[in-house]
């Protein structure tokens, strides 16, 4: 985040993952959220050698280590993730020694409701609300 912005980076892989959302209801409104993404980044070589990477030495799964290697490639600061697993602090250390070596920008692996913790500490504008609750990603911001 800088000077206060967010901009939103969807991804081929992100894509791909929404629409296996079985409820159609909840797929739309997914899909509302990622039309308002600013940039999209394509699934190509260089985002599937970076996962690839992620893959083996982190010891993330394929799907996941696609999300962060768009994420890499998309030069963006934060990579959310409802996956606890992914968004450990092991992880994040392996996914930095990679970034690192390959002059990409470092990007920090985090769940969403953290991440609003983290940067929104009085709440998030326009007097949404969030939980309290970072072990559960369905938990809707009203």
């Given at each position: 985040?800088?000077?206060?912005?967010?901009?939103?980076?969807?991804?081929?892989?992100?894509?791909?993952?929404?629409?296996?959302?079985?409820?159609?209801?909840?797929?739309?409104?997914?899909?509302?959220?990622?039309?308002?993404?600013?940039?999209?980044?394509?699934?190509?070589?260089?985002?599937?050698?970076?996962?690839?990477?992620?893959?083996?030495?982190?010891?993330?799964?394929?799907?996941?280590?696609?999300?962060?290697?768009?994420?890499?490639?998309?030069?963006?600061?934060?990579?959310?993730?409802?996956?606890?697993?992914?968004?450990?602090?092991?992880?994040?250390?392996?996914?930095?020694?990679?970034?690192?070596?390959?002059?990409?920008?470092?990007?920090?692996?985090?769940?969403?409701?953290?991440?609003?913790q983290?940067?929104?500490?009085?709440?998030?504008?326009?007097?949404?609300?969030?939980?309290?609750?970072?072990?559960?990603?369905?938990?809707r911001?009203?």
């Amino acid at each position: 985040m800088k000077k206060g912005t967010i901009q939103l980076v969807s991804s081929d892989v992100l894509f791909l993952e929404v629409n296996r959302i079985l409820t159609p209801s909840k797929r739309a409104r997914v899909i509302a959220y990622i039309k308002m993404c600013d940039k999209h980044v394509e699934q190509n070589e260089a985002v599937e050698k970076i996962a690839q990477e992620i893959q083996n030495q982190c010891r993330i799964k394929a799907r996941d280590s696609l999300h962060v290697a768009s994420a890499i490639i998309g030069e963006v600061d934060y990579c959310l993730t409802c996956d606890d697993r992914v968004a450990r602090w092991k992880n994040n250390r392996c996914i930095k020694r990679i970034t690192h070596k390959l002059g990409k920008l470092y990007v920090s692996v985090m769940n969403p409701i953290r991440f609003i913790q983290k940067h929104f500490p009085g709440g998030l504008p326009n007097g949404h609300k969030s939980s309290n609750n970072t072990n559960n990603c369905d938990t809707r911001i009203d």
